[in-house]
């Protein structure tokens, strides 16, 4: 069964203004992560959070974690036309090797 | 650092034949790299995980058979799509996990291979 569930499915915001996209899951994690995909190319990873942290930041990047409430929202300040892309998370148990991904949200940041 | 290369970006086939798509890791040795199938504006889905060394361990519902892969050293993974049909179009992606990292670190994608069958 799908572990991450992302909303919005797509977000279009003008360059300055903040994203923000929220993932749900349904199992007890390890930790959750967030990946980003340009068009057309592979994911590039951009942040973890481990299932004791809360809160993390790595510049224009807030990602929180509920874990009572199985979501995580990641938070993107001061958005860029660059920034459009499409942005998944990703679930890993404390038992397997995979990562399960959720559908995904798709970024656009209008110039 | 950790960078993974896939082969070929793109590739178009008859019918029938058979694609043979390459996932290296070029900076790191990776024991354990995965495959995945994308369909347009969907997420990632997972089709096998390859070990080096030893057998992949497919997904329910991939056949082993139609998705042949081969991991014969620490930092190549194939994956060969045998008589391919128009329903095996999408876009395939590879990631390899660090030999020396554990099962929860980040892993590094390739930038994927675009399979048409026509």
């Known amino acids: 069964s799908q572990q991450g569930e992302e909303d919005p499915q797509a977000l279009s915001i003008q360059e300055g203004e903040n994203a923000t996209m929220n993932c749900s899951y349904k199992t007890s994690i390890n930790n959750l992560q967030w990946y980003r995909q340009n068009s057309g190319r592979g994911l590039v990873h951009l942040i973890l959070?481990?299932?004791?942290?809360r809160e993390k930041h790595s510049g224009r990047l807030r990602v929180t974690l509920d874990t009572s409430k199985k979501s995580s929202s990641l938070l993107i300040t001061a958005s860029r036309a660059a920034d459009t892309a499409s942005y998944f998370c990703?679930?890993?148990?404390?038992?397997?090797?995979?990562?399960?991904f959720g559908p995904g949200t798709r970024l656009s940041v209008l110039p | 650092g950790a960078v993974v290369s896939q082969h070929p970006s793109w590739v178009i086939c008859k019918s029938g034949t058979s694609v043979k798509i390459e996932c290296r890791s070029l900076?790191?040795?990776?024991?354990?790299m995965f495959w995945y199938r994308q369909f347009p504006k969907q997420s990632l889905m997972l089709m096998a995980t390859s070990n080096e060394g030893s057998k992949a361990t497919y997904e329910q519902g991939v056949e082993k058979d139609k998705f042949l892969i081969n991991h014969a050293s620490l930092t190549l993974s194939t994956l060969t799509v045998t008589s391919a049909h128009p329903e095996d179009s999408s876009f395939y992606i590879c990631s390899a996990r660090a030999s020396k990292s554990s099962y929860n670190s980040p892993l590094h994608f390739g930038n994927g291979t675009r399979l048409t069958v026509t």
């Open positions: 959070i481990r299932s004791n942290e």
């Open positions: 990703a679930t890993k148990d404390n038992y397997g090797q995979n990562f399960v």
């Open positions: 900076d790191f040795q990776a024991t354990t």
